[in-house]
């Protein structure tokens, strides 16, 4: 017996000294640490090796294969990965830094939610992006493995060694790739190293981007293809796309270059190709709109205005937008009863409705607010207000429309936690909250509704 005790105890402790080994050799990469927070540290493991291919990398709920590193720039490293489960590969998208340019993790953070904030917009105008698979807030983006052979940077610092036929059809692609951004003066942190091209598909995708595109107005509008980006690209690539410098005195030069007469042609072109796609796509506009406001015109119910807001699917250039905006503030908010309008609703406005500029987002303001009875839909529009960007005098104009309707509003929410939380919050705010909404907010408990009972439940039954 005493045998037996002693043998099993030692096959213990062997056990134990294995699973102990496991534990220390294996290196796979958790980019969550257990209390939930990120592992701003990740990158160690990566950069330094320790981190093998076929080992594996723990997301919030997920694992995956690594394989090896795709690239880094100034805020992000990116990663290829393995899913086993559907046998694909995906990049991986994390949060970086480069201490040489002064860029911290915080910048890749800001940049991974950028992107993810800037990428569905770019998805409905059917632009060739990498589709994102997952995202979590400040952590990683999950993309599509676009494999390319060059980025745009590197073809024109060194298209003289492309055979002419190979460059034509090139360039070709990139006219089309042109025509398909034509609806934007701006692309958020666009420039040529994020545009690539396949050989093998023959076409251009945009790998990178951030928030904030712009529309353009009008034909003649910039384009994301600025003459800047073209003149700029005058420094010595080798046949890897990599800067050519030398050193002198410690200090890395740059080898600098002519940009040549192609270089000035193919903007021309991209220029021409985007304002004729311009000038179709307004031609489109305007009979559209035509069609939309004569539509309108004829309905009386506000659920039949939503439903055509609601089948606006096209992509269409600013113009067009600001006067569908003009034609909702002018002729079909009177078509809203007061209080009608809850979340879904305004939120279905807010996303088809385009892009507002400062002057008719502060008259839609002004004048929705009447239509909204409760203050879940209120803070939506009041943190829209926030990013819109107004100037004094519309911020001036548009705190006076909510202190008008603040009392109403707090009237037809439930007094609960959330709700008193709310208040105190717009309470210390500014700006948008004038000396009266500051009155009404200190004295929220005698407006907001009192909290339904069980006992009113229950005889609002019988």
């Known amino acids: 017996m005493a045998y037996e005790l002693l043998y099993i105890g030692v096959m213990k402790i062997f056990i134990l000294l294995y699973l102990f080994s496991l534990s220390t050799w294996s290196a796979d990469l958790n980019l969550f640490q257990?209390?939930?927070?990120?592992?701003?540290?990740?990158?160690?493991?990566?950069?330094?090796?320790?981190?093998?291919?076929?080992?594996?990398?723990?997301?919030?709920?997920?694992?995956?294969?690594?394989?090896?590193?795709?690239?880094?720039?100034?805020?992000?490293?990116?990663?290829?990965?393995?899913?086993?489960?559907?046998?694909?590969?995906?990049?991986?998208?994390?949060?970086?830094?480069?201490?040489?340019?002064?860029?911290?993790?915080?910048?890749?953070?800001?940049?991974?939610?950028?992107?993810?904030?800037?990428?569905?917009?770019?998805?409905?105008?059917?632009?060739?992006?990498?589709?994102?698979?997952?995202?979590?807030?400040?952590?990683?983006?999950?993309?599509?493995?676009?494999?390319?052979?060059?980025?745009?940077?590197?073809?024109?610092?060194?298209?003289?060694?492309?055979?002419?036929?190979?460059?034509?059809?090139?360039?070709?692609?990139?006219?089309?790739?042109?025509?398909?951004?034509?609806?934007?003066?701006?692309?958020?942190?666009?420039h040529l190293e994020q545009l690539v091209y396949s050989i093998e598909k023959n076409k251009w995708s945009l790998l990178d981007w951030s928030s904030g595109h712009q529309l353009a107005r009008l034909p003649s509008s910039q384009i994301i293809f600025r003459s800047d980006l073209f003149m700029s690209n005058n420094v010595a690539l080798d046949e890897n796309g990599e800067e050519i410098f030398k050193i002198e005195n410690g200090q890395r030069i740059n080898i600098p270059r002519e940009i040549s007469e192609f270089e000035r042609e193919i903007f021309q072109l991209v220029k021409e190709e985007v304002e004729a796609q311009r000038l179709e796509q307004a031609a489109i506009d305007k009979v559209k709109l035509d069609d939309l406001k004569v539509k309108l015109s004829e309905l009386s119910s506000h659920t039949e205005v939503l439903k055509v807001y609601n089948d606006l699917r096209t992509t269409h250039m600013a113009s067009f937008f600001t006067m569908?905006?003009?034609?909702?503030?002018?002729?079909?908010?009177?078509?809203?009863?007061?209080?009608?309008?809850?979340?879904?609703?305004?939120?279905?406005?807010?996303?088809?409705?385009?892009?507002?500029?400062?002057?008719?987002?502060?008259?839609?303001?002004?004048?929705?607010?009447?239509?909204?009875?409760?203050?879940?839909?209120?803070?939506?529009?009041?943190?829209?207000?926030?990013?819109?960007?107004?100037?004094?005098?519309?911020?001036?104009?548009?705190?006076?429309?909510?202190a008008r309707n603040l009392e109403r509003i707090l009237s037809n929410t439930t007094n609960d936690s959330a709700s008193l939380k709310i208040t105190e919050n717009l309470k210390n705010d500014y700006g948008l909250i004038n000396y009266r909404s500051r009155e009404i907010l200190s004295n929220a408990q005698n407006y907001l509704k009192p909290a339904k009972s069980c006992r009113h439940y229950i005889s609002s039954f019988f």
């Not at 996303?351 to 879940?376: A, C, H, Q, V």
């Open 34 to 190: 257990e209390e939930g927070s990120f592992n701003d540290d990740f990158s160690r493991s990566i950069l330094s090796g320790d981190l093998k291919a076929g080992e594996r990398i723990h997301l919030k709920n997920k694992s995956f294969v690594y394989k090896d590193v795709l690239g880094s720039g100034n805020t992000t490293i990116i990663l290829r990965v393995l899913d086993e489960e559907v046998n694909k590969e995906f990049a991986l998208r994390l949060p970086h830094g480069n201490e040489e340019k002064r860029y911290t993790i915080s910048d890749g953070k800001r940049f991974i939610n950028h992107t993810y904030n800037g990428y569905q917009e770019l998805m409905d105008s059917k632009l060739p992006i990498p589709r994102i698979y997952d995202y979590y807030k400040d952590s990683y983006l999950l993309v599509d493995l676009v494999e390319h052979d060059f980025n745009l940077k590197t073809f024109l610092a060194r298209n003289e060694f492309i055979d002419e036929i190979e460059k034509k059809r090139i360039v070709n692609s990139l006219l089309d790739f042109s025509r398909k951004t034509a609806i934007y003066e701006s692309i958020g942190d666009f």
């Open 324 to 402: 569908l905006q003009k034609d909702f503030i002018d002729n079909q908010l009177s078509k809203f009863p007061e209080g009608i309008i809850k979340l879904p609703e305004l939120e279905l406005l807010l996303e088809r409705l385009g892009k507002f500029t400062p002057y008719y987002f502060s008259m839609f303001t002004e004048k929705i607010l009447g239509s909204i009875n409760n203050l879940d839909t209120f803070m939506y529009l009041y943190q829209r207000i926030n990013t819109i960007g107004l100037d004094e005098e519309l911020e001036d104009d548009v705190a006076g429309a909510i």
